[in-house]
């Protein structure tokens, strides 16, 4: 009895591990890779607005220009109106 329950649990960790690969497969198959360059517009998403959406609030900040982009991947982007300057990390 014990053997039979403990060759059960060890197929389904084996099925989980297996079904885990495939989803990080397929999702590493589906990401758009964005190549920003200096000069380009931006929009910026507001992500603070997911847990209370509502009609009339904007969801997108900006617009900004991009500054400067290294090769890591963290961008940095100049208002239009102001001339602050806002720095992002890769989490693209």
Sequence with gaps: MKIVSLQASI?????????KARDKAWHDKHIKHKIFQVGDLFLLYDSKFLK?????KTYWLGPFIIHSV?????VQLKELVRQITWRFGQWW
């Design 52 to 56: 209370h959406p509502s009609k009339l």
């Design 11 to 19: 197929i389904a960790g084996f099925q989980q591990k297996v079904q």
């Design 70 to 74: 290294t090769e890591a991947g963290t």
